[in-house]
RNA sequence: GCCGAUGUAGCUCAAUGGUAGAGCAAUCGCCUUGUAAGUGAUAGGUUAUGGGUUCGAUUCCCAUCAUCGGCUCCA
């Protein structure tokens, strides 16, 4: 369950040799599982993000000493040098190469069909039909491939897992076996590779989750249903009492709305038609149904609506955080990432045709900042165009892409452009922050919705004393509060800036005492604002220091004698860095300016 | 939902067809400590839940639930 992506060096990954490398490693694990399960059929195996895999149906399921053997027999066959040979081949050829392997004749209908690849991809061009031999192996393929088997460096391969996948990634298809590899260049990269794994299953918020203390989700309550504890709560209450006061300054209005809604509510909206397996089902009662809200717009739309609203109201910006519950399939569910109540730092412009362009400049300089005082420096953006299959007015459609590009490239934001990819109700950037460990996440979305204003008849009143139908774009800067939290999590390794940290600093005396000093050390940051505990367990000081830094807290305040004679505290960060002793007043200045300027670290 | 794996103390893990143990954490003492683990004792489990096989199940079988790795889908 991958929810980020790791930012590729290579420029033009499908002409480097490394994907070469990873191609031709698939090809040999399959002459391998071919040895070993000669009944076996093969589908596709290309290379992906960070190595390869295969899908065979096998006569049974794969175990690790499966994996192990297979991997063996791997090392063999590149030892052996089996030159990768190339062969252009007819449809009828390629049918009787592989009249035991069903998913490639179904593979060759495609290719002579014209418009997708050997993997089924689409393409411009009607391909070649190639094959591609080595050793025993013969595979319907385009290559390119490495000359020879022994240009894979044995050291540097490793079978990963295996795992069920569909047939052409279709559900309804059967389910293949998939083995997941990954090949390297050299056994350092491979070493490299193996080393980002550990470091990112350290920083796992389901892991730091427990042992921080942040949140839980419990059987009893429901799969995901997430449970903040204390320490997370209080994450969450800094992030959106910043979030309030940062919407209030920017001409926000903050609205509240209700969990449930009447179906026909749903109905106007279109989820009932188009949405209705990821909702709940129907609460009844006094012969109406109500719907747990899966999203915040109806609601946001009606408070629009109550209201004869004239040009000179507009724009008008509706911020609510917003939880939403929404039905997931119980496999997809994964601790904060994916749950099924959660809640979204929504909002909904309301504007003019000619407030527009500048109402998404506001939203992505808005959306920028907003990021970047979470940490989050390096941002990057999807811009997706007008499907095929589209509502509303082209020349508004065109409109609204120019404008969000146009705020794009003012902003000097990097960007892609997926032509096509918009839903079918508007056009849409999404933002990608990169995080700590150099991996992508989706959190921001700007979009437009030319769906809604036509179903709820949503309308101002123009200078020409007319309705006309407001622009509305709906948003999101953090996604879920959810979701947002967990890559917070995994950004930080739980190490939380200052102004974020549950508890900023833990006083540690040393002995008995020292406690009614450190109580009023404790009395005074508190009275300043600053989240401090204090650790009077009998135990000794390393211990405390020891738990304290477990415990990620940003700052420890050891006193002893020294510092109770001159009114002081011995700071120490988690970083290990020592600041020495230090007049209370002096640290309480320190820490409230770490706070205010947001310092990361 | 699908494929595969897993489910034993708060956490990380042992063990067994004859009703379970360790380390850490917790609790209670002793020690009163100078920058990442002082020390002793105590307590803690219907072995996920429900069935079945058996003289006997935590162990074997089935179902359910949950979690993990993927697929499909997504904030």
């Known amino acids: 369950m991958i929810f980020w992506r790791r930012i590729k060096m290579v420029e033009k990954y499908e002409e480097s040799r490394l994907y070469q490398l990873r191609h031709s490693a698939a090809h040999v694990m399959a002459q391998a599982v071919l040895e070993k399960f000669p009944e076996g059929k093969v589908a596709i195996g290309p290379p992906v993000e960070d190595g390869f ?59 002579e069909e014209g418009g997708v690849d050997e993997h089924g991809n689409p393409v411009d061009e009607k391909p070649v039909i190639s094959i591609y031999k080595s050793d025993t192996f013969v595979d319907l393929c385009r290559g390119p491939h490495l000359e020879h088997t022994g240009q894979i460096n044995p050291k540097a391969i490793k079978l990963m897992s295996v795992a069920g996948a569909y047939w052409r990634g279709d559900e309804h298809n059967p389910m293949l076996q998939r083995i997941y590899g990954t090949a390297w260049l050299s056994p350092q990269d491979l070493k490299q590779y193996l080393q980002f794994l550990e470091d990112a299953k350290k920083r796992d918020h389901r892991k730091l989750g427990r042992e921080l203390d942040l949140y839980s989700i419990s059987d009893a309550v429901g799969s995901g249903l997430v449970l903040w504890h204390p320490k997370g709560a209080m994450i969450r209450y800094l992030s959106e009492r910043f979030w309030e006061d940062e919407h209030l300054q920017n001409g926000y209005d903050l609205v509240y709305t209700p969990h449930i809604g009447k179906a026909d509510l749903w109905k106007t909206s279109g989820h009932l038609d188009f949405y209705a397996e990821n909702m709940y ?128 490239k003012r902003a000097e934001l990097p960007y892609e452009v997926d032509q096509g990819g918009g839903a079918f109700y508007g056009p849409k950037i999404d933002l990608k922050i990169k995080d700590a460990l ?31 139908q407001p622009y509305m774009v709906h948003r999101a800067l953090l996604g879920s509060m959810e979701r947002f939290f967990g890559i917070l999590i995994e950004h930080y390794a739980g190490a939380f800036p200052l102004w974020l940290a549950p508890v900023q600093a833990v006083i540690i005396p040393i002995a008995d005492r020292h406690v009614d000093f450190a109580r009023a050390v404790m009395a005074d940051l508190k ?26 807290v940003p700052f420890m305040l050891v006193v002893g004698d020294r510092e109770m004679e001159n009114s002081q505290v011995d700071v120490r960060r988690r970083s290990g860095e020592r600041l020495g002793a230090l007049p209370v007043a002096d640290f309480k200045a320190l820490a409230l300016k770490d706070v205010a300027e947001k310092l990361v670290g």
Request: aromatic share 12%; net charge negative.
């Open 53 to 111: 895999y295969y899908d065979f149906d096998l006569p049974r399921p794969l175990t690790p000493e499966d994996l192990e053997e297979i991997e063996a027999r791997m090392r063999e066959i590149i030892k052996a040098n089996e030159p990768f040979i190339y062969e252009e081949v007819s449809a009828d050829q390629a049918r009787e190469i592989f009249e035991d392997q069903p998913y490639k004749l179904e593979l060759i209908d495609g290719l």
């Open 281 to 408: 089902s129907p609460i009844e009662i006094e012969n109406q149904q109500y719907f747990l809200k899966p999203m915040n717009c109806p609601f946001h739309i009606e408070i629009y609506k109550s209201d004869i609203r004239s040009y000179r109201d507009l724009p008008l910006r509706y911020a609510e955080m917003g939880t939403v519950y929404r039905y997931e399939r119980s496999g997809v569910l994964h601790g904060l990432m994916r749950v099924r109540g959660f809640t979204q730092d929504d909002a909904h412009h309301f504007c003019t045709p000619g407030q527009m362009p500048e109402e998404i400049d506001f939203v992505l300089s808005f959306s920028l900042n907003f990021l970047r005082s979470f940490g989050f420096n390096e941002i990057s953006a999807y811009l997706s165009t007008r499907p095929e299959k589209a509502v509303g007015d082209p020349e508004r459609w065109q409109a609204a892409e120019a404008a969000l590009e146009a705020s794009l």
């Open 438 to 468: 150099g991996r992508e996440w989706q959190l921001s979305t700007i979009q437009f919705d030319f769906n809604n204003p036509e179903r709820f008849d949503m309308s101002y009143i123009e200078e020409d004393g007319q309705p006309h």
């Open 527 to 552: 009275a300043a604002g600053l989240r401090v505990k204090l650790d009077q367990r009998s135990d000794r000081m390393n211990a405390k220091i020891r738990d304290a830094e477990k415990q990620k």
